[in-house]
Every structure is written in C-alpha cells, then in structure tokens.
C-alpha cells in the first residue's frame, strides 16, 4: 500500500483547480495558430485573432480566459494500491477546489439550491467522479466547465437499428442548434452506448482528449472525422460569425450497449474548453 | 473597418449603424445577467425606481473577481438568450441598447426595431480580452448576487460586432422580420 495524506490531496487540487481555469490547453492555442494561417475568410481570420489577443493576455495578466471559471468537474482515478490517510477525500478534494478558487480569483458561480439559488461564495461543491483503478497512484482530470456550452448538450436514445447516418443526424443538429449561443468554434465530445447516463459522462470525459487524437476503432475515428467536416460546413464560423471553422475537434467515447438501445449524448466544449490531468 | 463609438450612443449614431458592423465602444456601460434582469423587470412592473439611468447601455456579464491593484477580473459577455424574456420590457423602458452574445428571439428583434435600440454582440469567452478594456469598475447595486450584482464600468474601445441594427437586421438569421 501506499500511503497519501489529504493535505497533499487539498494542495495537489488547488494547484490543479486555479491552473485549469486561468489558461487556454496548449493543444489548442497550436490549432488557433495553425487555422489562422488557414483561414481565407477575412471576418473569421480577425475573429481567431480576438481568441489568439484573449489567450496571450490571460497568460500575461493572470485573468482567467473567461469569466465563467466553469463547475468545477473532477475525474479521480484512485490506484487500488493507494490508502488515503488523515481524513476524508472527498472533503479534501472539494477543499482544494475551494482553495484553488480563491487563490486563483475565479468566479463564484455556484448556488446552493437550484431553486432558492443562493451563491454558496466558494465555487464548491465541485462534481467528483470517482473509479478504482490498478497501481498506487491517483490521477486527477479537472474540466472547468463553463455554462454558456453545457447548456447547450443533448441527450438522445436512438433506436438499436439506427443509421451512422442517424447519429450523424443528431450530433449534427445538436451542433448547429448551440451555434453562436455557445462560443464556438467548439470542441465536441460524444458518448455512444452504455445508458442514458454513461453517455452523458462518455460525452463529458471525451473533452480531455487532446486535439488531433482519434478513437482507437476504425469505424469511429472514421465517425469522428465526418461528423467534423460535416460540422465545419454548417459556416457557423468563430463566435458564431461565419466561416468555415465551427469545430476543433470531435472526440467519441463508446460502452457496451443494451439490445434495445443506442444512447447518444454530446457535450459542447466551447473554444475555451479547458481541462487539465494530473498524476500524484 | 472600424467604428468608435462613445456612450450613451446618441440616437442618430444608432441609426446609421448596421448589423455586421464592428465597432469599439467608449464610455460607461452596466452589467445586467439573469438575475439583475429579473430585479429590473419586477422593479418596471411594480412602478419603483431603477438603479441604473433609463438610455444606459447594459451589458450581459459577471465578471470574476478583481486580483488586488486590479479594476476587475476577467469580463467577457453571457449568452444573451437567457435576457430574451425580459428585452422586450427593458427595451420598452428606455434600455434599447444591450450587448451580449449570441442569437435573440424574434421578440427582442421586434422591440429592437420598433425602438430603434442596438444588439452588439461581444466576443464570447474572451474575458480577459475584455478586462484589458475596463478600467473603472463599481458594484452599484444587488451586491449580494456577487458576481450577478450590477456593475458601473467605464471601457475603453470595447470591442462588438452589431448583431442586430435598428432596422432589425439581425447578422445571426439573416432573416427578414
């Protein structure tokens, strides 16, 4: 067994929480650059640029990349080899969340209640997702979850007989639907089988892929390759002003699926889609 | 190109300002998002005094907190569609220019036109674009919203697109009203 203490698992979430939320992922500023270079249409080019100004003066200033800090979502994946000492996890990690807000400046855009909805003035509780898994390590994954996109998801359970061209259908409609409203271009996760609520975190999960990175089976990196050129000639373009440039990315993760259905669910990433992982 | 604007923008400026326009505004704006709208609109119906001047320009935002020997934090837009219900009365009231970001319905559209107000959409997700351009901020009112209270800024050359012009044009539909 190895042995970590919660005051290490508090700071390790602090650092992890207040990096997360201030900058841009480094995958995707490389894409900014790389489409800028690509862009014909004059609008989108200035409009990439306003995405390339944000993200320097972030870095610069220290000021979050966006305002909406985002819920704060946390993957753990617990070593079974690991005995976690000096009190509770949970309480430890929702602590660092807690910290690393404060310290970083972020925003308090958590209520209590959803419908007394008063602001718990902590950015707490935070959403942990806990798994065992082998070795004697934890590895945290945080998404700093802004609301303008999460709104935007969908959830659909097709028919088990349903089409590519079905899902295709769906996903699509989803993306168009969130248009300018949601800070594209984005970056679009997609969980296919399992249940209703496996794909949504199939959906949610596949944001932490980095740029560029398909789907181990053939068939659904294929998909994923579509499903993005299909996705870029809607022409909703960079903040949803047009041009050929609405996704950076599609990023799909699969389950088993019952006999008698196929759920699909997709999570819109806005442009500042920012997760980050790390291992203690 | 683009256009400098200052605020309060006057009405004939306003009328030549047409949907795609990118423009940079000057002077003194009000943060107003979901739950600042909601206080303004009972605060309208119920006939008692507002706390922002009537014709100021409101812009959908909560900023993150300010870093000391800051003005503010980071304070791009929100989506404006979640105001759609309340526009048409704000609109109404002498609040006919309103930034944010993304599409409106048909009924802010309408109440934009027939008041001869504005829409400018800001960039989304770029607050920290936009915290370079604010340098007075003052909470002035609903402070226990936090970051939803109402906020006095004073921006400099703060970028926006017109999303929708006094015609009702609407750059986002393109569809005739």
């Known amino acids: 067994m190895r042995n970590i203490s919660t005051t290490v698992i508090t700071e390790k ?17 490389d894409f900014f650059k790389n489409a800028i270079i690509k862009e014909k249409d004059e609008n989108a080019k200035k409009n990439l640029l306003k995405l390339i100004e944000n993200a320097v003066t972030a ?52 209520v209590e209640d959803p419908i007394i909805r008063k602001n718990t003035a902590t950015n707490t509780p935070g959403i942990i997702n806990y798994s065992i898994v082998e070795g004697d390590k934890i590895k945290f994954s945080c998404i700093a979850k802004g609301f303008g996109c999460e709104n935007k998801g969908q959830v659909s359970m097709l028919n088990p007989t349903a089409s590519i061209n079905d899902i295709k259908d769906f996903v699509l409609k989803v993306i168009k ?16 089988g399992g249940t209703m609520d496996k794909a949504c975190e199939l959906a949610k999960k596949a944001l932490l892929e980095p740029v560029g990175k398909h789907n181990k089976k053939k068939h659904l990196a294929t998909l994923e390759k579509e499903i993005l050129t299909e996705a870029n ?4 373009g960079p903040l949803g002003l047009g041009g050929n440039l609405s996704c950076i990315d599609i990023k799909i993760k699969e389950y088993a699926c019952h006999i008698a259905g196929l759920p699909v669910a997709v999570n819109i990433g806005c442009h500042a889609v920012r997760t980050k992982t790390i291992v203690i | 190109m683009i256009i400098k604007i200052n605020t309060p923008i006057a009405q004939h400026i306003i009328n030549d300002l047409n949907s795609g326009d990118y423009v940079e505004l000057t002077g003194t704006i009000y943060t107003a998002r979901d739950q600042a709208h ?67 319905n048909k009924n802010v559209l309408k109440a934009i036109k027939k008041n001869k107000g504005l829409y400018l959409s800001a960039f989304g997700g770029c607050g920290a674009l936009y915290h370079n351009k604010i340098l007075k901020a003052e909470c002035i009112a609903y402070k226990d919203l936090l970051s939803e209270a109402i906020f006095k800024l004073y921006v400099e050359n703060f970028p926006a697109v017109v999303a929708i012009d006094s015609k009702g044009n609407d750059i986002f539909t393109k569809e005739p009203l």
């Open chain 1, 13 to 29: 979430v602090s650092d992890l929480v207040k990096v997360t939320a201030l900058y841009l992922r480094p995958d995707i500023m």
């Open chain 2, 38 to 104: 909601k206080k303004l609109t009972d605060a309208i119906l119920a006939n008692k005094s507002l706390p922002v001047p009537v014709n100021s320009v409101l812009y959908y935002a909560g900023p993150s907190p300010a870093r000391p020997g800051e003005v503010i934090g980071s304070c791009g837009p929100t989506t404006s569609a979640r105001m759609d219900q309340f526009t048409p009365l704000l609109v109404e009231n002498g609040f006919k220019v309103c930034i944010g970001k993304g599409l409106r």
């Open chain 1, 177 to 192: 639907e969130a248009g300018p409203n949601a800070c594209p271009p984005f970056f679009i996760g997609i969980g296919l």
């Open chain 1, 233 to 236: 000639n809607l022409n909703t």
């Open chain 1, 59 to 110: 870095q610069d200033k220290k000021v979050p990349y966006c305002q909406d800090t985002g819920f704060e979502i946390i993957f753990c994946e617990i070593g079974q080899e690991v005995h976690i000492t000096d009190g509770s996890l949970d309480a430890a990690i929702q602590e660092g969340i807690k910290k690393g807000s404060k310290d970083g400046f972020l925003r308090q855009s958590i």
